[in-house]
């Protein structure tokens, strides 16, 4: 049997319809502040994401002059122990010099 539908039936639907339009309409204005946000935090994320690989990139400098400083000590400090020993080597001699003017070529004896 079929079913006659009314005036008043046909208003009940047009205003389900009429309320899941503005459901719909509420939740594409969400849809597109949440994209909106999602836009803003992806830019946030680079702009963070930039200033670590400035910060990485500034410590990996400062790590590399001060290789270079250490090798550089370690040049300096190797001179220096050469000049040093030189002085040691000189002042060993000289003291073996003196022993021996002294014990074999004593004045005295």
Do not use: C, H, Y
Request: proline share 2%.
């Amino acid at each position: 049997m079929p079913e006659v539908t009314t005036q008043t039936d046909l208003s009940q639907v047009l205003a389900i319809l009429q309320t899941m339009q503005g459901t719909l309409n509420a939740v594409q204005a969400d849809i597109k502040t949440v994209q909106a946000d999602l836009q803003a935090l992806t830019l946030e994320v680079k702009v963070n994401q930039a200033k670590t690989d400035e910060r990485f990139k500034s410590i990996e400098e400062k790590v590399d002059a001060l290789k270079q400083e250490v090798s550089d000590l370690r040049l300096q400090q190797r001179a220096t122990d050469n000049r040093i020993l030189t002085f040691l080597f000189t002042a060993f001699i000289t003291a073996v010099g003196l022993l021996t003017k002294v014990i074999f070529f004593d004045p005295k004896g």
